[in-house]
């Protein structure tokens, strides 16, 4: 499955190179509805010297079931059978004797602005506020009693990024485009909750309901667009690389993207896309002391990396100077370090407006 799904992205860049050896050059081609990215994709284009692009952005993500590797397993497995020890052993690491996630909603709320410092640099800068919502069921080591359902809730600004995009080859009909980006730690990664053992005591929020990294980041990128008559394309391969250890003890993942999209022009001012996305993270370096790992799975930084293959199914609309991107994203294939969420699906929608 892997195999082939690697096979498709390299079709695709074949594909492109092909068309790119074949066909002439379109004048004022990217000035389409296809002129940017699917929705997912940041860092994709630049902007003339002395233009300013404002967008807001919003993204959901739903995650439901807890899954071991590629297999899915019901919230009672999860839990683990009645009766000591509590909690369930994966790879030699026992957990979830306080309770198991069940399911997730991560919002995020995106501010967007973009500068053209000159044609061929455009620097950017994003504001984000995550709202995290996490439901559980307690486990028999929780002091609340097995069984009893609960929700946790997390929201507030995130990690703030900043970059610039340098143009390192143009012409009429292509670009290749560098992406020279970080982020700060604007983001909280501690507070505390008492909803886990209904109000008895209070316990530190795990790894998946914090705000941020804790750390400054590195996020070093490239991307290739090019255009046809009446369709385009592009590849990126995007990193998020945290630098150190935050002040808790720990560094999140290392993230790597690779996209590949196709979108094709209904009208000059409507296009409709396919894109597809292998995510690859790390597991976590270090620990952050209050994490329990015998608590809650989502405590354990052995197990938070894997594999995502997500498809995404867009369109972008252009409408009296404004710009309109939507994506709705599912993931159809992922493989899971040690036990955690699975995801389901992505809703990605943006309003941008240049001038």
Known sequence: MLDMRLCFTATTVFLAL????AHADSPGRKDLADKHAPAGIMGDHLHDKGEWMVEYKYMVMSMEDNRIGENTISDQDAIGPAGPPP???VEGIQTNAGATPTQMTMEMHMAHIMYGASDDITLYTMLMMPALTMDHIRGDGN???RGGEFTTHNSGFGDTSFGALLR???TDSQDFLVNLGCSVPTGDIYRESTAPTNGMMSQP???PMRLGSGTFNARPGVT???FRDWWSGGVQFQTDLPIGRNYRGYSVSDEFRLNSWTSVLLTDNWSVSLRGEHLWRTDYDGADSSADNLLISTNVEEFRGGYWYNLGIGTQLMAHGHYFNFEFVP???????GIQLETDYSVIASWSKAW
């Open 18 to 21: 092909y068309s790119t050896i």
């Open 87 to 89: 909690g369930i052993i």
């Open 143 to 145: 002091p609340a009693g």
């Open 168 to 170: 390192l080859y143009s």
């Open 205 to 207: 929020l795990p790894y």
């Open 224 to 226: 290739w667009k090019y």
């Open 331 to 337: 993931t159809i294939a992922q493989d899971l370090d």
